[in-house]
């Protein structure tokens, strides 16, 4: 059996220059890429309050397509589905505490969004299975969370 060797890279010679001119630099000069610890805590805030509720509505509709067979409870529907609420449990309480503990101004949540929150909360805990209309309703009322500042509408 023959192997295929990867064919050799020549390296470019660069001329040298020997007059007295400087040189310009190559790097690029965009903006700085440094970010501070606010920007990161609201990334992550952002991140989190996308993630919960869309797990919470995978979890919703794993667990109703679970339902549908005979073996309800027993597959690996029903696995991904505790899988989906485990994670979504988690991700909703590392946002809760991101929030709490995170930069000022980060949380401005508007009184809207609050009464869709309540909303969310009465869906989740209903008992007719309205666990993925209650995540879309969770996600809609952390909007303002995911948005971040820098996409506010101005005043």
């Known amino acids: 059996m023959a192997t295929i060797t990867p064919p050799l890279r020549s390296t470019p010679t660069r001329p040298t220059s020997t007059s007295s001119t400087p040189t310009?630099?190559?790097q690029s000069r965009s903006p700085s890429t440094h970010?501070?610890?606010?920007?990161?805590?609201?990334?992550?805030?952002?991140?989190?309050?996308?993630?919960?509720?869309?797990?919470?509505f995978a979890h919703g509709i794993l667990d109703w397509v679970d339902g549908l067979g005979d073996a309800a409870g027993t597959g690996a529907y029903h696995l991904a589905a505790t899988t989906a609420l485990v994670a979504a449990l988690g991700t909703l309480g590392w946002l809760a505490l991101a929030v709490?503990?995170?930069?000022?101004g980060v949380a401005r949540m508007p009184l809207s969004s609050l009464g869709v929150a309540v909303l969310a909360v009465i869906a989740l805990a209903s008992p007719w299975d309205l666990l993925p209309l209650g995540a879309l309703l969770l996600l809609?009322?952390?909007?303002?969370?995911?948005?971040?500042?820098?996409d506010r509408p101005r005043d």
């Open 100 to 104: 709490a503990v995170g930069p000022s």
């Open 24 to 26: 310009r630099s190559t």
């Open 140 to 150: 809609i009322a952390l909007a303002p969370l995911i948005r971040g500042e820098d």
């Open 35 to 56: 970010r501070t610890a606010g920007s990161r805590a609201a990334d992550r805030i952002r991140g989190l309050a996308l993630a919960g509720p869309l797990l919470l």
